[in-house]
Structures are given as structure tokens and as C-alpha cells.
């Protein structure tokens, strides 16, 4: 039967384990459907932990890398901690397992997804230190979410943190050595983690064969690595050789990061020999659909930290690194040795009984899932509050190190995707998991999931019509600027927590906001005011205005130099680009010639160039930012009324609300090399971080076409 939980209906219980419950549940002010959490009763008195819980949930919170759960919200209903996340399809990789070995090339499509959680943590100060199958979420086509981060502790904790929150549960087959040290750990934990999932992903076999406690501590800290190869013929031995050194006694003696351990066996699958391959980062390449696969479990990872230790990337400078264990095989022909080690097993393991206390039958493994288990599940928004049930389809969209390089052709990705009406504007987040889209009739900010490709939530605007929006540079916020046309009597700015979708201030600004960016630190946002000839200056923080700068008539768009030094907006009715020296008070340096009715401005990703749009002569113009002197200009569709770079400098993008298409602009040559057909009045195009994509705004259809722009 259902109950009630605070604002949630209990409907079905979905996980159970040594951190506590899981449940699907219906969360009533949101009327959606989310994966609930409940922390273990025994921990409602302790007052130490509730206070952690809550520290490190906003550590935790900042996590925004694609393959980590989202969490929408964590707290305290009736005495008993919670955390409340995304319900999403799929089936972890334990269950996955039980099916036998995976194909190498397989096995690495998903690892590298969890690699790439595991980095962005590393790289915010966190470390999983749960790392195991049942932590793993496959959907079903092979998009992997990381779940439960929900051991992460302070920056220097020890194993001693591990035992009070009695974390072991399932966890002891893949534990560092350092674990059961009272040393500091960092993300080399996660790596050993890893390397013994790679070796069970490629046998269908836990790395050691223990059962108990004192058994599986010994494997850990005198055992040798397992090797693939010796349980599933044709292995390539290089595996073996990639697994021993991720799965090394002394951290120092690893991969540095999760993403060099799977770049070194994607380097040994290509070999097929046993030399030690390189090591070197890897770029994800989304694994192929799994037809079949039974939506069966629940991704649980905690933003809100509850069971989570926050810990540092590596020891801070001059510490000393822990220190070492025992490395090796045990000799042969040593039983004495052999039973020493095994009590001192024993010892370790007493230690941690007497350390976590009453919570002693945490430690103990149960043969449960953990924190993910099997059950029917629906998928939710990452990021809003008014939910859908998209189907997973299309690649993940993650942001690379190296800019995708762009076509001369780009290709549609997929129908059109119907979104609510009125889409007048679309960004992208700098992560290039979500999209935010203006809806200026509905009053409403729609969420496009990326991998999934369907709106995933609305966020209502009570302030007015949304028509602009931008993100910090963090993405931890988006500006959404608001006016109600035709008087122009309600002109402000929201800032939404992207975390939450939830506003976070309403701050009033001049007449007809049109295009905000933020500066490079994401301390200032600048706002064109449409009917004032002049741009408004809004600390973010402190939500106030705090200058103001007179420009010419009718500013649309403005555009901020990566060093936060200069500035460009386009001047509609006065048909010239204006430059700004943001060092002296916003002071006009010069005005550039622009067409008639120059719209919208963006600067080039080398930041040597800025393109405006004419949107009354259908034109497009690129000034010098050094020099101030148009260099070239050339004709593009009709009315072009929004201009975008690809990332590596060699194209951009305008959407032609009156052509009906999208310009794609050779930088060099202003030669426009294609232009699709979009829909009914496209207004804006956005480009993804990584450059594969673009996504463009049809006003009177109400649709987003995606289109591939990489080779």
C-alpha cells in the first residue's frame, strides 16, 4: 500500500540496502515521479552526520557532468534523512553480468562513461569510493549514469569516516588497500575501483573470490590481481597487464586518472598483446544500442552527499602518500606467512566492527544490491520541475577537449521535436547536457534534455514573458530576461537555479531586455536595454544594478571578450556595432558600420573576430576585435536574426527567420555552404559546447531541429 512521506507517496519499494531504502515515489508538489532515498533510521540521532550530510550535499550538488544521476532534493522529513533523484530506465551493470562477460569493446564503451563521471568528481574534490556494478546504470541504448555518490567525505578523511556510515555493504570486492588505512585517500581509490569492475566486466567474475570480510581484506592487500585472460580464451594479455597496474597495491603505482586506465585497455584491446600500453586520456564514443534490454533499475547517486566524503584530487602539497601494504603474491610454500596475513585480516576487519559500533551489520556483505536495485522505473527531468517521460534515443551530447571539427554540410539529426509554443530563443548549458528555451507566449522556460533529444520540463516565469536567456559561466545559473510586448510595462531579469529550476531572484531592469551575457567570471551580467540605448549592468550576486552604459540606439545583443575587457553590442536602429571598453566605465570606443538593422553579435572562439547579422539587408558582417575594421561581409538567408560560431572557428550558423533556414557560413570566405530548411520561422540556433550539434528555434512550428555538424 502506499504512504505518505512529507510531501511524497510511497508507492513501491524499488532498493534496499546497507545505506537504507529505496523507493519509487510520487512527489506531489512537482507531480512527478522520482527515485526516493531513505537514509537508515539509525542515523536520525546522529546529530555529527546530519550536519556532514548536509554540508557536503551542496559539494556534491555541483556535480553536473552527464553521466551522474541528478538529484533534485535532499533533507529531513520527520527525523529520517532523504535524498529525492531522477527515476530513470535500465538495468545496472551487476544485473547486466549475471548474463555472462561482456565484449571487450563493450565493456570500454561503458567503463569510459563511468570514467568520465568519475573525472569531473575528481576535479571538484570529490571522491565516489563506491565504485562497484550495481553503481553502474546502463539504459538501453548504453548510456551510462554513475550513481550513489554517497560516501564522499572531507578532504583528508580516513577509513575510520567509512565505517560509522557503514558504506560496505556490497563495496568490500572492489576496496583499495588503502581503505583499511588511517592514511588519506584521493581519486586513485576510484581507479583501483574501476580496474576491478573492467576485470569483472570482461569474466562475469568478482575480482577475488572471497566471501567474508577477512578474506576479501586479505585479497586486497596480498592477493594478485586477477587476469582476464585466464578465464575467457582470447583475451588479449594486454587486459591483464591493464587491470594489475589499476588494481595496484600502492596508489602511486596506478593510472593517474579513471580516464587513463580505460584509454591503456582501449590501447591493449588494439594491440592484442601483452606489451604495457601508453598511457593517455580517452574520448567516450557512445557505445550501440542494446535491444532488449529490460528497464529494471533505479539510478541513486546522492548530490546531496549524505554518505559521501569530499576528498581531494590528490594529497595536499607535502603531505606524505600513504603509506605502502604488503605488494605482491604470497609465496608459495609459506602457510605460516599465509596465516599471519590472514589474522592480521582478521584484526583489521574486528577494527572496524569496534569502530562503526552499533552499525556493525553494515560492514557485513549481504549479497544485496546496494543502493541500486531491480524494479520498474520511469524516467524523470534532470533538471526541472514540470516532467515528462522522454525515451532515451540519440548520442549523449558531453563537451571534448578538442572542439568537434565542423562540416560545410551539417545533417539533421532527427524529426523536428515538438516543443511548447512560441520557442523564440534556445542556449545551450556549458556543460551541453540541457537546453533553456523562451516560450514568450506560454510564459515558460522548457528544458531540452540533449541526450534524450525531448523537452524534459517546464519552469514558469511569473515575472513575464521570457525572451533571452544565458547561462553563468559555471552553469550553475541562467538569466532569463522577461518583457510583455506591445506596452513593454513588466522589463526584468530572473536568475533560476539550474540545479533546482527553481527562481532564485526577480531584479527590475530598464525597458525591453533583450540578449544578457555574463562576464568571463560570472560576477557581472550585461543586459541591452532596447528602448533606453543603454546596457545595464546587474551584479550577480547581490542581484542589484550596479552601472549602466550609454550606447546607441537600440541595443540588441551584446557580445563580452574573453578577458572581460571589451565588449560589442549590435545597434539595431542605428545600424552600427558598437565597441565598449569595460575597464573605463563602459565607455564607447567606436562604432562600426553594420548593414541595416544589425540583430545579433557573437565573437569568434579565438576571440580575433565578431560576426554580426543584418537583419534588414540579410547580411552578415566580420569586424577585427583588434582593429575595429570590417574585414569582410557577405549575403546570408532571409532575415537573419541570430548569428553563432562553431567551436573551432572555421563556420558559424544564423537562423533566418525569414528564409525558413540556417546559414552555414564559411568564416574565411563568407561563402554560405549549406542551408537547410528548418521549419516555420527559426529565431535562433545554438551551438553545443563539444561543436557536434546545433539546435535551432522554429517560432510558428513550435519544433527544435538538431543538426550534426561534425564529420
Known sequence: MPREFGRYVLEEMIGAGGMGEVWRARDTRFDRLVALKLLPEALNHDAEFAQRFRRESHVAARLREPHVVPIHDFGEIDGRLYIDMRLVDGRDLGAILRDGPLPPARALALLSQVAEALEAAHADGLVHRDVKPSNVLVTPNDFVYVVDFGIARSVGSTRTSLTITGATVGT???????????????????????????????????????????????????????????????????????????????????????????????????????????????????????????????????????????????????????????????????????????????????????????????????????????????????????????????????????????????????????????????????????????????????????????????????????????????????????????????????????????????????????????????????????????????????????????????????????????????????????????????RVLDTVPAGDSPHSVAISPDGSRVAVVAFDSSEVYVVDTATGVEVARGPVGARPQDVTWAPDGRRFYTADVDGDTMSVVDAETLAVTASPRTGDGPTSVAVSPDGERAYVTNLNDATVVVYELGA
Open 172 to 586: 568490500l570486492d572492489y576496496m583499495a588497500p588503502e581503505r583499511f588505512t588511517d592514511q588519506p585517500i584521493d581519486g586513485r581509490v576510484d581507479v583501483y575501483s574501476l580496474a576491478c569492475v573492467l576485470a569483472q566486466t570482461l569474466t562475469a567474475r568478482k575480482p577475488f573470490g572471497g566471501e567474508d570480510l577477512p578474506a576479501l581484506l586479505y585479497a586486497h592487500l596480498y592477493a594478485e590481481p586477477p587476469r582476464p585472460s585466464d578465464v575467457v580464451p582470447g583475451l588479449p594479455p594486454g587486459l591483464d597487464d591493464v587491470v594489475a597496474r589499476g588494481m595496484a597495491k600502492r596508489p602511486e603505482d596506478r593510472y593517474a586518472t579513471p580516464t587513463a586506465l580505460i584509454a591503456a585497455a582501449r590501447e591493449a584491446l588494439r594491440d592484442g598483446a601483452g606489451k604495457a600500453p601508453r598511457e593517455a586520456p580517452a574520448r567516450t564514443v557512445p557505445a550501440a544500442g542494446l535491444p532488449g534490454a529490460a528497464p529494471t533499475v533505479l539510478g541513486v547517486h546522492s548530490r546531496d552527499g549524505a554518505h559521501s566524503s569530499v576528498q581531494p584530487l590528490g594529497p595536499p602539497p607535502g603531505a606524505v602518500p600513504p603509506g605502502p601494504v604488503q605488494p605482491g603474491p604470497v609465496p608459495a610454500g609459506r602457510p605460516a606467512r599465509r596465516g599471519r596475513a590472514r589474522r592480521a585480516a582478521l584484526a583489521a576487519a574486528a577494527a572496524l566492527v569496534l569502530a562503526a559500533g552499533g552499525l556493525t551489520w553494515w560492514l557485513w556483505p549481504d549479497g544485496s544490491a546496494g543502493s541500486a536495485a531491480t524494479g520498474s522505473t520511469a524516467t524523470d527531468d534532470p533538471h526541472g520541475d514540470h516532467t515528462t517521460a522522454p525515451a532515451p534515443s540519440g548520442a549523449p551530447t558531453r563537451p571534448s577537449a578538442e572542439p568537434e571539427a565542423s562540416v560545410a554540410v551539417p545533417t539533421q539529426l532527427g524529426d523536428p521535436i515538438p516543443v511548447p509554443p512560441t520557442p523564440g530563443f534556445i542556449a545551450v548549458a556549458p556543460n551541453g547536457r540541457y537546453a533553456y528555451i523562451a516560450h514568450r507566449d506560454e510564459g515558460v522556460v522548457s528544458v531540452l534534455d540533449t541526450n534524450s533529444l525531448q523537452p524534459v520540463s517546464t519552469i514558469r516565469i511569473d515575472a513575464g514573458p521570457p525572451q533571452f536567456i544565458t547561462f553563468s559561466p559555471d552553469g550553475a545559473r541562467a538569466y532569463v530576461t522577461v518583457t510583455n510586448p506591445p506596452d513593454y510595462t513588466e522589463n526584468a531579469v530572473v536568475y533560476l537555479d539550474t540545479a533546482t529550476n527553481r527562481p532564485l531572484d526577480t531584479v527590475p531592469v530598464g525597458l525591453r531586455p533583450y540578449a544578457p551575457q555574463t562576464s568571463p567570471d560570472g560576477a557581472l551580467l550585461y543586459v541591452p536595454l532596447h528602448d533606453e540605448g543603454r546596457v545595464e549592468v546587474l551584479d550577480t550576486e547581490r542581484a542589484v544594478e550596479v552601472d549602466s552604459y550609454e550606447v546607441p540606439a537600440n541595443p540588441h545583443w551584446i557580445a563580452v571578450s574573453e578577458d572581460g575587457t571589451r565588449a560589442w553590442t549590435a545597434n539595431h536602429e542605428s545600424d552600427v556595432l558598437s565597441v565598449l571598453d569595460l575597464t573605463d566605465g563602459g
